[in-house]
């Protein structure tokens, strides 16, 4: 682990991660997954282009992009019943976390500062992946923490980190938060966030000029 990685770490008192294309470049996995459930259901063939434009949009909303890039109807509830019951099948044995992902956990463990899972993800995929990689016992079952029910969003968890961290007693600016998503980053820094480590993806170019420190397979710039 680098010295910037270091200090932001010495600095916090909780880690927030992003799952999804932050502790795991699940990307590739789900791409293929709706491929083989679109092409069976709707004969369409996803292409990647279209594809980097869908990520970190909500179902619903990526479902209306594809019905209007592909010109098919999609049945979203049935749809997704398919696809997240092929993830929790498939996505712990066919996906692995970054490198990294245990070491930096590890260091949260040994500085005695929480770490917290926060995704649009499913929980359920989510846990059976951690459980399977041997990172479950990194995070408290409370700290794996799903917005994909609409029931508050990334933004309330930033701004009261406290109300929804266990294990949690600062401020936002007492959390460092691992994401691969500019808007969501965007989103953590208005609400005060202390500080971000990103993590370099094709669909998101640029995203170093919001983070203190990024990942690209290795740390790779400080500021």
């Keep these: 682990m680098d010295q910037g990685l270091k200090e932001l770490l010495n600095k916090a008192k909780a880690c927030v991660f992003d799952f999804d294309g932050t502790l795991a470049d699940t990307e590739g996995f789900h791409f293929d997954l709706y491929q083989r459930i679109l092409g069976r259901r709707y004969g369409v063939t996803l292409d990647w282009p279209h594809w980097l434009h869908y990520i970190g ?14 010109g098919i109807v999609i049945d979203s509830e049935s749809v997704m019943a398919e696809y997240f019951a092929a993830l929790l099948a498939e996505e712990p044995g066919a996906v692995q976390p970054y490198p990294w992902a245990a070491e930096i956990l590890q260091a949260c463990r040994e500085k005695g500062i929480p770490a917290c899972i926060l995704s649009s993800g499913n929980r359920d995929v989510i846990c059976a992946c951690l459980k399977a990689w041997g990172l479950d016992g990194y995070f408290e079952d409370a700290n794996v923490i799903s ?77």
């Design 57 to 70: 949009r909500t179902d619903p909303d990526f479902h209306r992009m594809m019905e209007q890039d592909y």
């Design 147 to 223: 917005v994909s029910k609409g029931i508050f969003t990334k933004p309330d968890v930033f701004a009261d980190p406290a109300r929804y961290l266990s294990g949690f007693e600062g401020t936002s600016a007492d959390v460092l938060l691992f994401e691969d998503s500019i808007h969501t980053i965007e989103k953590a820094r208005a609400c005060g966030i202390g500080a971000v480590a990103g993590v370099c993806h094709e669909y998101n170019q640029g995203i170093e000029r919001w983070c203190d420190s990024v990942r690209n397979g290795q740390w790779t710039t400080e500021h």
